[in-house]
């Protein structure tokens, strides 16, 4: 069994591209989040080493444990691009995107495509194990491509045949997107129906949703994405409340605002250009603002923002209608 499963039961921050880098991994971790997977990296990205790709591939140690997130379909090329980014950066596992929904992805018969076809998925989970070795290799898959072809227990036990070591299934279809509501009912029957460690991934928005789904389904950790891009610190209220039953007193707003400044001077100081980065936070900063006072004004200041000191600006005011 993977060591981050010995005796816990963890909590991963979910892959999302344009949003799980470096440094918002960092902030997650520090709110109590246990396991790291990067975006997701094209098999052809790792073959031409180009920027963005050596980018999404740089983590520090104290994110560890930490997965790098492939995805493909061409069974010998993913195996390489495995093999070469664990003598390159040597993660703590490789992680294969078999549910990424976004059209993109699947018409270039990657993500949740390859649960259409599970002769193919089975050749790209055996290459890459075998290639990868002695790094282990997880998954992570949606219920199905449809409500009509839902096939996540045969997706499953394929997956483990081909030795994958932990498997996070997320309770949408492609079709859902990120629409509807997640299907745990058959989240549990995957956890009941193979050996490896199964991460329950949808819908985990509180700590109350959280110890639920940890109470009525065999599922041995939790996978949070979108609650996370508001809230990191709903990491910390889930522990505390797995730890003691009461959940603890929500960050003040100057602690939010301490958390949203800190990730933008990071950005600031990684990309070594201002005006760019607060650019490239634009749509981070919208989703920090859901739930704070005056999330319309603030997102409407945030779509115009340009600078640190316009940030200052913007929290001073907010801080002063408390």
């Given amino acids: 069994m993977l060591p981050w499963f010995q005796d816990r039961f963890p909590l991963y921050l979910a892959p999302m591209a344009g949003v799980t880098d470096q440094i918002f991994r960092t902030l ?40 790098v997130q492939l995805f ?9 691009a495995a093999r070469r980014v664990r003598d390159w950066v040597g993660p703590d596992f490789l992680d294969l995107n078999f549910g990424c ?13 390859l649960l259409k076809d599970l002769p193919l998925l089975e050749r790209v989970a055996r290459s890459v194990v075998q290639a990868a070795a002695p790094c282990p290799v997880t998954a992570k898959i949606r219920i199905g491509w449809s409500r ?4 996540a227990l045969e997706t499953a036990k394929i997956l483990e045949d081909a030795g994958i070591q932990a498997l996070a299934v997320h309770g949408r279809t492609k079709d859902q997107a990120y629409g509807g509501e997640a299907d745990w ?7 009941q129906s193979v050996r490896i460690p199964v991460i329950g991934n949808g819908d985990i928005k509180t700590a109350h949703d959280a110890a639920r789904r940890k109470c009525e389904t065999p599922v041995a950790g939790l996978m949070i994405g979108r609650a996370a891009m508001s809230s990191p610190w709903i990491f910390h ?12 007193p929500p960050p003040t707003l100057a602690a939010q605002w301490e958390l ?3 990730h933008c001077a990071l950005a600031i100081e990684a990309r070594g ?34 600078s640190l000191t316009q940030l200052d600006e913007i929290i001073a005011a907010s801080l002063a209608e408390v």
């Fill in 148 to 151: 009509d072809a839902v096939n």
């Fill in 101 to 113: 929904p976004v059209n993109k992805v699947v018409s270039r018969n990657g993500g949740s495509a």
């Fill in 273 to 306: 250009a201002e005006r760019p980065a607060i650019h490239s936070l634009r749509a981070r900063l919208m989703a920090y603002a859901h739930g704070m006072p005056g999330a319309k004004t603030l997102r409407s200041r945030f779509a115009v923002m340009e």
């Fill in 237 to 248: 209220e889930i522990k505390s409340y797995f730890a003691t039953g009461q959940l603890p």
């Fill in 185 to 191: 009912e058959v989240i549990g029957e995957v956890a």
């Fill in 260 to 262: 949203v400044r800190r």
């Fill in 28 to 67: 997650c971790k520090e709110q109590g989040a246990d396991v790291m997977v990067t975006e997701f990296v094209s098999a052809e990205g790792i073959f031409r080493k180009n920027a963005r790709t050596i980018e999404y591939l740089e983590f520090t140690p104290a994110e560890r444990p930490l997965g």
């Fill in 72 to 80: 493909g379909a061409d069974p010998d090329h993913l195996g390489e």
